[in-house]
Structure formats: structure tokens, C-alpha cells
């Protein structure tokens, strides 16, 4: 079976682009979970996903950032405009409630890198 | 307010040595789990292991052993005869149920095998 799908795998931008993060969640996982992680900050949740619908968006940083999952099998994470303390790994991660699993799985990130 | 402590910050040893990393995690809620993850040089976050509240058994795969302890409220990750190929950096995590199944991450351990 696929894992979780992210693209692109590494994205160099200049500041003040719009960028747009994608991924395919495992099919059948109805939650799904963007993460940033930094040398900083460490791993920490940006949004939460159920059934397609945001549920928990209080670790968004900021209206720079937005998300959305138009369907149970792709969500985007866009940030504009971007900016240099943007840059860090983006996982996305998915997991399924329905058979009470909640482990979650995650993709192989994307490295963003903003000049 | 949950946390989760890993207070070796890199670890290095030399291949065949077993190696014991620490977790302790804090939590008031009496049903909750615990995972491990691991993070490759390659940058993908691999799930390794989930364990609920009440399973305190201990658990081995192969050359990897958890030792979950509520008294301590610790759940600590041992590899015995290690390979370079464990060089990573081990994440525990916590998370609540009943909740949504956020994750809670510790800072992580950098280990280090060399041959």
C-alpha cells in the first residue's frame, strides 16, 4: 500500500512567493495532520483534519498560512506570502479513526526553503 | 498540560553496544499512548511503536525494546547490539484519548553508531 504522497519533496522560493504544499493521504485515513518542524520549534502541529473538515487550527502562525482538503484525498498547504523564517520540513500525516487506529503516518515531507 | 521530556540530546556509541533512550512524559489523563518514531538521515518520520496507557507490558522486536512504566511515567527505548544503520533521531510522543489523537512530541535524541 502507499504511504502518504507529499510534493514537491524540496522547494526553493524567494520571499514574497506564494507556496503551495501538497498531499495525498493513506487511503481510507479520514484525519490528516500538517506539521512543521524546525531546529527551533522541533515538530509542531499546524492543522488538524477530520472527514475533510479543519477541526484544530490554533497552530497555524499566521493568515499567511492556510490549508484545505477538498476532498478525503488531497489537501494543500499554502503559505502567502512567503517569508525567510517560513523555511523548515512540512509533514504531512494521516491516520484512521474508523478502525480506532491512531497511529499516525506520516509522508516524507517537504523541505522549503525561502531567500 | 501534557508534556514529553527526552533529556539526552545526542547520544553516540560505538556498533554492538546497546544504547537505552529515555522518555518521561507528563499527563493527568488516565487513558492516553504512547509512540516512538524515528527520523533517518533521510528526513522521513518512520512509526516504530504505539503503546495505550493500560498495556504497561514490556515489548521487543528484534533488537528493539520498550520499557513502559506508569510509576515513572516513563517509556524508555532500548536497542541492544546496535548498527550503524540506527543512527537517527528517536522522537517519543504522546497523545490523549478522546481527543483527536494530536501529538505531543518530545525534542527528539540524535544518536550517533559509529563502526
Known amino acids: 500500500d502507499a504511504g502518504v504522497i507529499q510534493s514537491p519533496r524540496h522547494e526553493v522560493t524567494e520571499m514574497g512567493q506564494e507556496v503551495t504544499l501538497r498531499c495525498k493521504p493513506i487511503?481510507?485515513?479520514?484525519?490528516l495532520f500538517w506539521y512543521r518542524q524546525t531546529m527551533m520549534r522541533g515538530l509542531e502541529l499546524l492543522i488538524y483534519?477530520?472527514?475533510?473538515?479543519?477541526?484544530?487550527d490554533s497552530g497555524m502562525p499566521e493568515d499567511r498560512f492556510s490549508a484545505k482538503m477538498p476532498n478525503a484525498s488531497f489537501s494543500t498547504l499554502k503559505i502567502q506570502p512567503s517569508e525567510p523564517r517560513d523555511s523548515a520540513v512540512y509533514f504531512c500525516?494521516?491516520?484512521?479513526?474508523?478502525?480506532?487506529?491512531?497511529?499516525?503516518?506520516f509522508g516524507p515531507g517537504t523541505r522549503l526553503t525561502v531567500l | 498540560a501534557q508534556k514529553v521530556t527526552q533529556a539526552q540530546t545526542e547520544i553516540s556509541v560505538v556498533e554492538k553496544e546497546d544504547v537505552t533512550l529515555d522518555c518521561v512524559y507528563e499527563?493527568?489523563?488516565?487513558?492516553?499512548?504512547l509512540f516512538w518514531y524515528k527520523q533517518p538521515p533521510s528526513g522521513e518520520l518512520v512509526f516504530l511503536i504505539r503503546?495505550?496507557?493500560?498495556?504497561?507490558q514490556n515489548e521487543i522486536s528484534g533488537r528493539y525494546s520498550w520499557n513502559f512504566q506508569k510509576s515513572t511515567s516513563s517509556f524508555n527505548f532500548t536497542i541492544t547490539a546496535s548498527q550503524v544503520v540506527d543512527s537517527a533521531v528517536y522522537f517519543c510522543?504522546?497523545?490523549?484519548?478522546?481527543?483527536?489523537?494530536?501529538?505531543?512530541f518530545g525534542a527528539g535524541t540524535r544518536l550517533a553508531v559509529h563502526p
Open positions: 487511503s481510507g485515513h479520514n484525519s
Open positions: 483534519f477530520n472527514n475533510n473538515v479543519p477541526i484544530d
Open positions: 500525516a494521516s491516520s484512521s479513526r474508523l478502525t480506532n487506529t491512531d497511529t499516525q503516518y
Open positions: 510522543a504522546l497523545s490523549i484519548s478522546g481527543g483527536y489523537n494530536k501529538l505531543i
Open positions: 499527563t493527568r489523563d488516565t487513558t492516553y499512548y
Open positions: 503503546r495505550n496507557s493500560f498495556d504497561e
